[in-house]
């Protein structure tokens, strides 16, 4: 039996105001990690835009389209902060999203490595990081 596929994206689209470079939302490419096999494809959306914008985020999920049986797939596993194979973390945003990490991480992998969970029942995923995100002066 061979793994699914793990996509390293969010959950969520972001609506945006001011300039955003279309290199935050390159397609999914092929990519593997030496340090998790399994993981094979990568969007380069990485959480750029993240910082100095004003964003709304939706619930609208993401789909990717599978071409085999022409048919749309929600994702459905989420991969918090994941990097590159050599990538630097990025410490702001992991400042700002420690609140939630204890919620939705397990407590046992580091948060520089690939994270693979699924939302808690009774959780709500935008609510929390949309929270983590609200900076108030």
């Known amino acids: 039996m061979t793994p699914p596929d793990v996509y390293h994206v969010f959950p969520f689209k972001v609506d945006y105001e001011g300039p955003c470079s279309w290199r935050d939302f390159l397609q999914i490419e092929e990519k593997v990690s030496k340090n998790d096999p399994s993981i094979t494809k990568y969007t380069t959306f ?65 948060i520089l490595k690939s994270k693979k969970n699924k939302v808690p029942e009774g959780k709500n995923f935008i609510a929390d990081i949309t929270n983590c995100l609200t900076i108030t002066f």
Do not use: A, C
Not at 57 to 72: A, G
């Open 46 to 110: 990485r959480g750029k835009i993240l910082l100095g914008r004003s964003l709304k985020l939706t619930e609208e999920l993401i789909f990717i389209n599978n071409k085999e049986s022409n048919t749309k797939m929600p994702v459905n596993e989420i991969i918090f902060w994941s990097y590159f194979d050599e990538e630097s973390h990025h410490p702001l945003k992991d400042e700002l999203l420690q609140p939630m990490y204890k919620d939705y991480i397990d407590q046992n992998s580091s």
